[in-house]
């Protein structure tokens, strides 16, 4: 009996714990994730790093991506970013920049923080994580041999190699004179580049938000026409628009039955008979009343789920309690769901369920119980369809 105080107990301080995320209408609201489609597009800036103040080597960039949530946490895209590449070099005093076009597609991998740290909930208006992938970038129309980008009076094909080789090297010997635009390039040059970031998203409609992201791109050396031993690097930040296909989930609200109790996660119908005494030769005998429990089930299923096995252990306590008494098991299913055959297959399980539970777990012979299975009979115990998935225990 002291182990049965306990297991209740326990039972009624973990419904205790479920209510707090009830509804003030008193519901308790679940989400299920479901798999979805996205795309998004994005404006904003790219910041090459370069021998430039911050700022003097930003340009405007784009990006647009496809991509698919697996998980609440974890995701994949294909993104395609580019524009407008600067660069820039400082000789003596002075400050020269020149530009070029590139697109970088990549394939990245998302994992959300939010949901990973604070669990799934798709009524947030922000949400937010981390990203990395690879791919490549696509590069043309290098500027830096165009001697109008320098201002430089010389009539050389390639105006920065000239004039490093021979005016800022010129008091050391010609086979030592170092050339850091001996990486300069022209034509299409393809490369490969590494990208991570950050992201946030701000929920404006069902379907829509409003991302902002941050990203660092990693390239070989060479990028920017300049040798430095070291990889090139540029940064780019977007604010744009992301659309997902479908809802992403689906949202279910279950009601609560207020019973005055701190279990109030528990739906049930509490039928109770004040006990009666019973005078035969004088004598006052009192009988207990009998007890109900109701033990509902989800649709289509036919496992007891832990709040609803609390009905079960109280079941269990009356008839330890009452060594006399026994209990009849109903199983009823929805008639409004499923067909004939499912339904009173359901109803049996049902009962059968709780049935081995009170066998099972605590203890209660066999003999002592009574299974019934009602299947979609025409004239359900209750009006409302989610009420009729139960099994009705009755112990007297």
Same mark, same amino acid.
Request: aromatic share 10%; net charge positive.
């Given at each position: ?54 700022? $003097? ?13 697996? /998980? ?51 009524? $947030? ?99 920017? /026409? ?42 049930? $119908? ?22 109900? $429990? ?72 066999? /003999?002592?119980?009574? /299974? ?25």
């Amino acid at each position: 009996m002291k182990i049965n105080r306990i297991f209740l107990s326990a039972s009624i301080a973990l419904a205790g714990l479920c209510a707090s995320a009830q509804t003030a209408g008193g519901e308790v609201v679940e989400y299920t994730f479901q798999p979805h489609w996205y795309v998004q597009g994005q404006v904003g800036l790219q910041e090459t790093l370069g021998e430039a103040s911050f700022g $003097r080597l930003a340009s405007f960039n784009a990006q647009v991506a496809g991509g698919y949530n697996f /998980s609440p946490v974890f995701g994949a895209r294909l993104a395609l970013n580019g524009w407008t590449s600067k660069a820039g070099m400082q000789v003596y005093e002075q400050k020269y920049k020149w530009k070029w076009s590139y697109l970088s597609p990549t394939v990245d991998l998302t994992v959300d923080l939010v949901n990973l740290l604070g669990g799934y909930n798709p009524e $947030r208006w922000v949400t937010g994580g981390v990203f990395a992938g690879v791919g490549a970038n696509i590069a043309w129309n290098n500027g830096n041999g165009d001697l109008s980008n320098f201002n430089l009076d010389m009539n050389h094909a390639n105006g920065v190699n000239a004039y490093l080789k021979n005016l800022v090297y010129a008091d050391m010997p010609a086979g030592n004179r170092p050339n850091p635009l001996r990486n300069i390039w022209d034509g299409t040059k393809a490369r490969f580049v590494g990208q991570f970031g950050v992201f946030a998203d701000f929920k404006v409609a069902k379907r829509v938000k409003i991302g902002i992201e941050l990203q660092a791109n990693v390239l070989p050396d060479g990028y920017n /026409s300049k040798k430095a031993g070291n990889a090139d690097w540029y940064f780019n930040g977007y604010v744009g628009v992301k659309y997902t296909f479908g809802s992403g989930y689906k949202k279910e609200a279950r009601k609560l039955v207020d019973q005055n109790s701190s279990v109030t996660d528990v739906v049930e $119908r509490i039928v109770e008979v004040p006990v009666e005494k019973i005078v035969v030769k004088e004598v006052i005998k009192e009988v207990p009343a009998p007890l109900t $429990r109701n033990v509902f089930f989800k649709i289509s299923k036919t496992v007891i789920t832990k709040d609803q096995m609390y009905n079960v252990a109280e079941i269990a306590s009356y008839l330890k309690a009452n060594p006399d008494a026994k209990v009849t098991v109903t199983g009823y299913a929805d008639k409004g769901t499923g067909s004939m055959s499912l339904n009173l297959r359901l109803a049996k399980e049902r009962a059968q369920a709780v049935v081995e539970a009170l066998t099972g777990k605590f203890g209660i012979d066999s /003999s002592r119980i009574i /299974s019934k299975s009602m299947g979609e009979i025409e004239d359900q115990p209750y009006g409302e369809p989610e009420l009729n998935r139960v099994s009705i225990c009755v112990a007297e």
